[in-house]
């Protein structure tokens, strides 16, 4: 039945249907086919248990929370507002672009956001300044990445419901990572800049970065306030959704940028996003209750355990499954698919949940580089103009920092426990 439900899945993938239907469809041609046809009735309650679920209920609200942000118009203030400390660098718009997005991401915690919000502003200022055009998106993409790494993180918010753990401590471990990327990819930046000649930006003056971050500080202080009522168990991750989008609200008031339709186009987008998210999460838990009436999680431990005794090793197994899986299966979904059946081998070579999901996130990222699934190639596609196989050429190259970085968060835990530990104690 297994086979049945995965060789399935991958097949209406490759015919191009959506990935909710391909889960439904394939969960229930695996029951017929194997004549549990009249149990069929357990997969809407399967499906309905799946998504209802406290922890799911932060979702939302953190989606809501960056498109509002995006309404009230932080992405030209958060963009002028980095231009002022790192334009002047070599590349400057290029190093502008990740700072850019290293700053929304503690905002949206959306990647999609970062590069449909911020991609256009960045893409349209670095071609006025003469930079190649599928440079400026491939770059935008590969930042773009940073979003659900650096809290808040919706990404990490549905981990922390498959595995239990703490989001709080999920959110505190994605900070390192998530400055590691950025900065691997400035200093790709700086190489390329000076092989390309790509321009610098006019130093701007103390003035000019004081005036530029009293306009940016409301987006600067988002996730401080929000990292700290998590942490400090003042609110619960989904009070803590709710608290941003009040202040997502707050901001646009200050700013007299608030507007009626913009907050509709939010909350409808939101809706779209959410439905989308939960039709996946509910059909993801059917799969998995089919996988583990077969037995699958058990197998795949004993194989993996009689395979090697590293963790490092089964570490390096798992980034090179789901890379190859990112080609092909958008990053919710897969994450929905292997969490489940990776967290009992997880426990048995004794690695660190907070740590593995944090290696289990970038590594899924990097498929929103990665064609033909890759969400990100498609975003930047539209938003940017650039042919989509241009991109891909484009962005491959950046792809080397982000898996040395991956290499490094792997192979050196501390880099993703360090905070965690600190602030809120060991597991």
């Not at 449909?116 to 200022?125: I, M, P, Q, S, T």
């Amino acid at each position: 039945m297994a086979t049945l439900l995965i060789g399935g899945f991958f097949v209406l993938i490759m015919l191009g249907i959506p990935i909710s239907f391909a889960m439904g469809a394939s969960v229930i041609a695996s029951l017929m086919f194997f004549g549990w046809s009249d149990s069929l009735y357990i997969l809407p309650t399967q499906i309905l248990e799946g998504v209802d679920k406290p922890a799911l209920v932060a979702v939302p609200f953190f989606i809501l929370a960056g498109n509002l942000m995006n309404a009230v118009g932080m992405t030209d203030r958060i963009f002028a507002f980095a231009t002022s400390l790192v334009g002047h660098f070599q590349a400057g718009l290029a190093q502008v672009n990740v700072l850019s997005s290293m700053i929304f991401a503690g905002v949206s915690g959306s990647s999609s956001a970062d590069m449909a919000g911020l991609g256009a502003v960045e893409v349209k200022a670095m071609r006025d300044r003469g930079y190649p055009p599928d440079f400026a998106a491939a770059i935008t993409l590969a930042s773009g990445i940073i979003g659900p790494i650096i809290p808040p993180s919706i990404a990490l918010v549905v981990y922390a419901f498959l595995s239990g753990v703490s989001v709080g401590r999920l959110f505190l471990g994605g900070i390192v990572p998530g400055v590691l990327v950025g900065l691997s990819l400035m200093i790709y930046n700086r190489i390329i800049a000076k092989r390309r000649g790509f321009p610098r930006e006019p130093k701007a003056s103390f003035s000019q970065i004081i005036a530029t971050g009293k306009d940016g500080i409301l987006a600067l202080i988002a996730p401080i306030i929000i990292l700290t009522a998590i942490t400090t168990g003042i609110t619960s991750a989904t009070e803590a959704g709710v608290l941003a989008c009040v202040y997502s609200l707050f901001v646009g008031a200050v700013l007299r940028t608030l507007r009626w339709d913009a907050i509709w186009a939010a909350i409808a987008n939101t809706t779209i996003m959410t439905g989308v998210v939960m039709i996946i999460v509910g059909y993801s838990i059917a799969m998995g209750w089919v996988l583990t009436i077969e037995g699958i999680p058990e197998l795949l431990a004993n194989s993996f355990l009689s395979l090697t005794e590293d963790k490092n090793v089964f570490l390096v197994l798992c980034i090179i499954l789901i890379l190859l899986l990112g080609c092909v299966i958008e990053n919710v979904p897969l994450k929905l698919m292997l969490v489940p059946i990776l967290l009992p081998i997880v426990d048995q070579y004794g690695i660190d949940r907070v740590h593995f999901g944090l290696v289990l996130t970038l590594a899924i990222l990097m498929g929103h580089a990665t064609p033909p699934m890759g969400l990100g190639l498609y975003i930047l596609t539209s938003v940017s103009g650039v042919p989509f196989e241009r991109i891909v050429i484009a962005v491959l190259p950046m792809l080397i920092p982000l898996a040395v970085v991956l290499m490094l968060i792997t192979f050196i835990p501390e880099l993703v426990l360090f905070l965690p530990d600190l602030f809120m104690g060991p597991d």
